[in-house]
């Protein structure tokens, strides 16, 4: 059985060594975040399409890294899979890709 002061003793030194494994993973937490929003790739073209993506509710159809609607076709890699002069037509004229078809 602890005394009052071995338990006051024991709270204290318990309570600063959560707060300093609390505070270091804190600070490590917030020094990882650039490295992973990949923040060097966000240029012009990369935000105007990603307002282009939204404004047009290209999420309520397809999924990009998963997220989404499944009705349509995942397009994270699609430049890969398609190529741009692919994309560039099926984006100006949906209905001549696939005449009679649902699509974006
Ligand atoms: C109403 C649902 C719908 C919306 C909204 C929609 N799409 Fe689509 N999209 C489709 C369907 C369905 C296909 C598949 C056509 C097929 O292969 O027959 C498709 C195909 C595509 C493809 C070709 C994918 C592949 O792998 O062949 C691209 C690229 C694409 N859409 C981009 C977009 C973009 C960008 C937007 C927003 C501007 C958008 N879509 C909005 C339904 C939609």
């Known amino acids: 059985m602890l005394s009052k002061s071995q338990a006051k003793a024991f709270f204290l030194f318990g309570t600063a060594v959560c707060s300093a494994a609390f505070i270091g993973l804190t600070i490590d937490t917030f020094q990882r975040i650039p490295g992973q929003t990949r923040q060097q790739n966000m240029n012009p073209e990369v935000i ?4 282009l993506f939204e404004k047009n509710n290209c999420m309520g159809c397809h999924t990009i890294f998963g997220e989404g609607a ?3 076709p995942e397009l994270t890699k699609v430049f890969e ?3 741009s002069v692919f994309i560039k037509a099926i984006l100006k004229d949906p209905e001549a890709m696939y005449p009679g078809q649902k699509n974006g």
Request: aromatic content about 20%.
């Open 48 to 51: 105007r399409g990603k307002h």
């Open 70 to 72: 499944y009705y349509a």
């Open 81 to 83: 899979r398609r190529g």
